[in-house]
Structures are given as C-alpha cells and as structure tokens.
C-alpha cells in the first residue's frame, strides 16, 4: 500500500512539474545566443529608437513620456509583466501598445501612433525590455478574468478553412514539427519579437495574423478586444515565465 | 516512381531540395576565380564556423578564422566569403592588415536555401586558403504574405 | 540617421587584441524581392563598411545584398595608442554614417 502511494505520489509530481518552456530554448544555440547577446541583437535597435522616443518632446509644447514618468528603469520595471490589463474607467482592457496609444492621445494630445507603425514598436519594447527577467505576473481583478476566459474560448475554437484552433497546435502538438520548423507552446514571452522570418520587430497581433492566416482565417483587426483577449489568456498560460523582450524568433 | 506521394511529403525537407546545377557551380568557381585572379587555392588554415543546420536563411551567423600570426611577415590580405545558390554569389569581402591583430570576422547572412559556402583567404605572401561547408535551410526565407 | 549599436572598449592596455562588434539597423533590401504588385523593389544596401583607427583604416569589408537586414559585422585590431576609432557604413541611395568612440590604451 505504502509502494502504491509511493508510486502514485512519483505520478503525481512529474505530472505537476513545469513543462512549460520558452521558444528561446526550440532555437538551435546560434539563434539563442543572437538573442541572449545585447551586441548581436537587431532588436536592441528598437529598444535603443525606443528610449530616444521616451525622452523625447512629440512636439515642443507636449510632454515626454519621462517628463510623467521619468526614468523608465524604475516606472517601467515590471509593467510589462502585468499586461494586459483591465482599465475601470473605460471599461475595456489594453494591451502594453494600446495603453501607449491612449497615453499618447490623452496624456501627451500627440500625433497618434498607429498599431504596428515603428515609432509604436520601439516604444513598447523600450517599455517591456525594462522588464526583462522578471515572472509574468497578470492581474487577478475580475475585469482581466472575463477578458482572459474570453481569450481562453478563442484559443480552443476551430477556424479558418483548415479549421484548426490554436490549442490543437500549441497544446496538442507543440515540440513536434510542422514541415521543417518546430511547433511551440507559444509563450508571448519576449514580444514585440524581432523575427528572422520579418527581418524586424513585430508585435505579438502581428504573430497571431500570421497563425490565423496559416489556418486560412480571416485575421481579427490590430487593437480588437479579441487579439487582446487571447493577449490576456496567454500571458496567464505563461504566468512565472521570464520576460525577455527583445527575444528573437526564426 | 515507386515513392509514394505521401512519402515524399513526409520527407524531411533536405531530402526534397535538388541539387545544385552546373551554372551554380559555374558561378561560384567564377565568384572564386575573380578573389583569387587565377592563382591556386588550397584547403586549410581557414575556419569557416556556421551552423550546418539553420531554421532561417535571413539572418545566418557565421564567422571567419584564419591561421596566421598577423605579423608583417606573415598575415592575411583579404578574407572573402561566397555562396552557391543566392542570386548573387558574393557575401562578404573584408581588408585586414598587421594592425587587425587577429585574422577574423563575423557576420549575419542571408541563405536563399540549402548550399555550399566558401571562405577563401589571401596571404601576404600570396597565397590562397579556403574551407567549404555545407549548410541545410530547413525553412524558406519569406514565407508570410 | 540610422540607429546603431556598437560594443567598443572604452579602456584597454596597449598591445592587446580588441575585439569590436557593430549593429545597424538597415533594411538591406536585396533587389531580387518582388513587391505586392510583383514588381521588383529597387536594391538598397549598404556596400561598405569602413574602421579607421587614428585616421589610418583598420579594418574594411565590402557587402553585398546577401547580408543579412540590419547589418551586423564583429572584427578585431589592435589597441596600438588612445584615440579615435571611427566606424563608416556607406549605402545606396547616398547613405553614409559615421559613428566615432574614444579608446583610451594604458
């Protein structure tokens, strides 16, 4: 009896242990140590464009972002971490880029910055990149738990003409291969990511359009509350996971 | 065909890709002829490292290093890398003097699919030195619309 | 002005071997990649990078559209006295940069 417990017990603990693990270890060393490397890492121009932006006026009259929130290293230190998040008074959650734009708009009354545009991108990785190392940690407020159960009901849909749903790849078959290349478990662990196969920075809709236009589905708009929501689901899915923004990615 | 369709789907990607062809090949001897102006080239004291096996030709890192005390007596004049099956079969050509201290360079490169590539090095003394590697692409650069 | 990266040594001792690393960001457009309308895009690359070390060039490479989009080029010399080291990225289209650190050598 005490072996069965025993045996039941070893079960238990090799079922429960983390599993989990980054994109950054499917890449072969050479791809790894083109992220691990800040001197070898093409995303690190962003991250450089992007504190330049932070300092900067958008124009004379405005306000910086530092001019509010001054030194990035310390304001910014984990904020990445916690998006999406869930805002009260508009009654809506954001994702990192979308609380920049609506700084921007109302904070700063600047030129806006549009989703995907290299201004945005710089920004919100100079942004995550203060970040860098420390456990996604997302909210628990009852707001961002509707958002992510939304999320988490986009993830396990079928779509598009080969209609597949993102878990049966990512849950289902991730460390597998797809033609050539490895299937993750797609952590959004170092978004935005400067990927090979864009020769630039990206942002995690971006990677999402790509996935939805491989299953041949019609790809939500850049900002929607559903990209946000699956946003929000799989920042949960990676909780404790390290941010590594600007990761790399083939 | 005795290979089922189904099987050569299921072929690993490195199997499928055919080899080069002669003006390839033509190309790059070319590519090599013009680096070395027709003088002989030997294998060795060259050390071409990358990967042979990369998951995305757009940015490839290699790197270039060459036997040599980099003394004025004794050092490399150039180091040119070149390709079999881009476009173009140049990549990189660099200068190098006693002032280099060491006979080496890295980079990121671009492999349109699976091929060889060449490092060649030129001695002060005149000499050419080379090394070839194979390196498989197991995925196409570009393929998001 | 195109952003750029650079790992220089600030401070070294005379004699030793340096190893210098530069990044920057470029889109190297090859000249063989057709647009959305597949019309070929016109070639814009940087051909050519050069080092100089207290005016005398060090060290110089040649690209071509085979490197990879934003340039990244790793090369070593010699810490032979403090000054200026000067790195030079020429282009298509009338790019030129120059970036310049100071080495000090004790």
């Known amino acids: 009896m005490k072996r069965i417990a025993l045996a039941l017990f070893a079960c238990c603990s090799i079922a429960s242990a983390d599993e989990r693990r980054s994109g950054l270890l499917d890449m072969r060393p050479e791809a790894q140590a083109m992220q691990r490397d800040d001197s070898m890492n093409p995303g690190m121009l962003w991250v450089l464009d992007g504190e330049a932006l932070w300092n900067r006026k958008p124009a004379p009259a405005m306000q910086s972002c530092a001019d ?9 230190r984990g904020v990445a971490a916690r998006y999406p998040a869930f805002d009260q008074a508009s009654g809506a959650a954001f994702d990192l880029s979308g609380r ?42 009852t707001g961002i738990r509707a958002v992510r159960a939304l999320g988490q009901s986009i993830y396990m849909t079928r779509m598009g003409q080969l209609d597949l749903s993102c878990g049966q790849c990512h849950d289902d078959h991730a460390g597998r291969r797809l033609a050539g290349s490895s299937i993750p478990q797609a952590h959004p662990t170092g978004y935005p990511i400067y990927r090979l196969e864009w020769q630039a920075l990206g942002s995690l809709q971006r990677r999402l359009r790509g996935c939805m236009v491989g299953v041949r589905a019609e790809p939500f708009a850049y900002g929607s509350p559903e990209f946000i929501a699956i946003e929000a689901y799989l920042m949960e899915r990676a909780r404790g996971m390290e941010v590594e923004t600007p990761a790399i990615r083939p | 065909m005795t290979v089922s369709r189904r099987v050569l789907l299921a072929a690993p990607g490195a199997l499928l890709l055919s080899a080069p062809t002669r003006a390839d090949q033509q190309r790059l001897a070319a590519a090599l002829l013009d680096f070395t102006g027709g003088q002989p080239m030997r294998e060795g004291r060259v050390r071409l490292d990358v990967s042979p096996l990369v998951e995305n030709g757009n940015a490839v890192p290699i790197s270039v290093m060459v036997e040599t005390p980099m003394t004025t007596a004794d050092h ?56 070839r590697v194979e390196v498989i692409v197991t995925l196409a650069a570009c393929i998001e619309g | 002005m195109a952003r750029v990266l650079l790992r220089v040594p600030t401070m070294t001792e005379k004699g030793s071997v340096i190893e210098i690393r530069a990044l920057i960001q470029h889109v190297m457009e090859t000249g063989y990649r057709p647009n959305a309308e597949g019309v070929l895009q016109a070639r814009d690359i940087i051909w050519r990078f050069t080092c100089r070390y207290d005016g005398e060039v060090v060290f110089n490479a040649a690209f071509s559209p085979a490197i990879a989009a934003n340039p990244f080029i790793a090369f070593t010399i010699i810490a032979t006295q403090s000054g200026p080291v000067s790195f030079t990225w020429e282009g298509d289209n009338g790019f030129t940069q120059t970036e310049t650190r100071h080495i000090t050598v004790t």
Request: glycine content about 6%; hydrophobic content about 40%.
């Open chain 1, 68 to 76: 509010c929130h001054g030194d990035a290293a310390a304001s910014m």
């Open chain 1, 100 to 141: 920049i734009i609506q700084c921007r708009e109302a904070r700063q009354a600047g030129p806006p910055l549009a989703r995907e545009s290299h201004d945005l991108l710089a920004l919100s990785s100079f942004v995550a990149h203060q970040s860098r190392g420390l456990p996604i940690t997302p909210p628990e407020d």
């Open chain 2, 76 to 131: 490399v004049r150039r180091i040119g890398v070149f390709n079999e099956r881009n476009p173009q079969p140049n990549v990189i050509t660099a200068q190098f003097g006693p002032r280099s201290g060491r006979a080496f360079l890295a980079t990121h490169i671009r492999l349109a699919t699976s091929q060889a590539l060449v490092a060649a090095a030129e001695m002060n003394d005149g000499s050419f030195w080379s090394q």
